[in-house]
């Protein structure tokens, strides 16, 4: 393995000898791998990028070059307020080897990430982090790929979730009637929400789309944020879904995947410095997407527990997966998430009222 990814790593246009290439982080699709290199030279990120997830690697990574040199020409510090794509040495963003597609950038030094939010600061950060990606997108005015078809889009997902229900491929449906019945008695309510993005009620803006709190790098000396990173799925969408998905992550007591549902709630704490964050730098948010800004975390929610069920169902194919019944773990975990954000809406909205007076 090992030479194999030297032999990979060596196509792209890197400084210096490589030392070592050690795996990094836990991601659910792609497989990170860090590349030192000798002496003063940088380090690379060598990610082998999931193509059955990206069904066009090659339209992603330009999305990401776009996106990022956007970012640069207005950032006091290019090189580490957003992330560099390093190209291949025949000029492409990538590496294609046999099946797999292969990508470098650079590794940005003295950064901590984090697995989930340990106090309000950070919380605060985080939100900082997404609200000023999106505004130094505002004027970014070039179409971008489509690099997963209706990524947040429910209607789509109905679509997969009914036919992935109808095949039953490995027999678990009949196990799963309650938890089939957590997705099916909303359905209404989140199609909904998402019939105003539909209608353009809702704007569509350039977004992140992954915004979890493993997604964004901050700064170790200070602690402040640097930037957003895993640039995949940035692509044309409402900011309420970053949003949303945030808090879906920052807000959490518990793991995403915790076996104990004791540990899993929505920290309204941990909402409101999330949302304080974000709205100190996202100044441009209309009056519908305030009004449905609380509502996105719940969205973003429900939509996850759907994913996990039916990629359990589907027999596990899309994301990683540690044991057996993972998918089913996960479910259930971001099931009582959504439940305590649905009991703690109306102080959700409250709050959002409040800050974006
Ligand atoms: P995945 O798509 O598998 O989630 P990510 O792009 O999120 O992969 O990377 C996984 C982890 O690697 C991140 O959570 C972060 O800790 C680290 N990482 C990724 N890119 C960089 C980078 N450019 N500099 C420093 N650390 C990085
Ligand atoms: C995946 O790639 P990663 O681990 O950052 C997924 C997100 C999910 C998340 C759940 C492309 O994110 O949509 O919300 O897992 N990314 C993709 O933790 O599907
Ligand atoms: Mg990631």
Known sequence: MQNKLIEIAKQFALEGEIVTIKPLGEGFINDTFVVTTEGDAPNYILQRKNHIVFPDVPGMMDNILAVTNHIK??????????????????????????????????????????????????????????????????????????????????RHRFNQWDATIAADPVGRVKEL?????????????????????????????????????????????????????????????????????????????????????????????????????????????????????????????????LRFLMDYIDGDKYYKTAYADHNLVRTRAQYKLLRSMEEQYADMCAIIKELSK
Not at 89 to 100: F, S
Not at 245 to 262: C, H, M, Q, V, W
Request: charged fraction near 25%.
């Open 177 to 305: 009637e309650e938890e089939i019945g957590w997705i099916e008695s909303r359905r209404e309510e989140m199609m909904k929400f998402w019939s105003l993005v539909e209608d353009g009620t809702i704007p569509t803006h350039v977004t992140h789309n992954d915004t979890k709190i493993s997604n964004i790098l901050f700064d170790r000396p200070t602690g402040k944020v640097l930037c957003a990173i895993d640039l995949d799925t940035v692509m044309s969408s409402t900011s309420l879904n970053d949003f949303g998905d945030a808090i879906r992550s920052y807000t959490n007591t518990g793991a995403e995947d915790d076996p104990n549902l004791d540990n899993v709630s929505m920290s309204i704490e941990m909402f409101r410095a999330y949302a304080e964050g974000y709205l100190s730098e996202q100044k441009s948010l209309c009056a519908s997407e305030l009004e449905w800004l609380a509502f996105s975390g719940r969205y973003i929610t429900y939509e996850q527990v």
């Open 73 to 154: 020409s207005k950032v006091a510090d290019p090189m580490r307020e957003t992330l560099t794509v390093v190209p291949a040495k025949d000029g492409k963003l990538y590496v294609k080897d046999g099946e797999n597609f292969w990508a470098v950038c650079l590794f940005i030094a003295d950064t901590s990430s984090y697995d989930r939010a340990d106090s309000p600061e950070l919380a605060y950060q985080g939100g900082v982090g997404i609200g000023r990606f999106q505004a130094l997108l505002a004027d970014f005015d070039k179409p971008l790929n489509e690099t997963i078809k209706g990524f947040h889009n429910i």
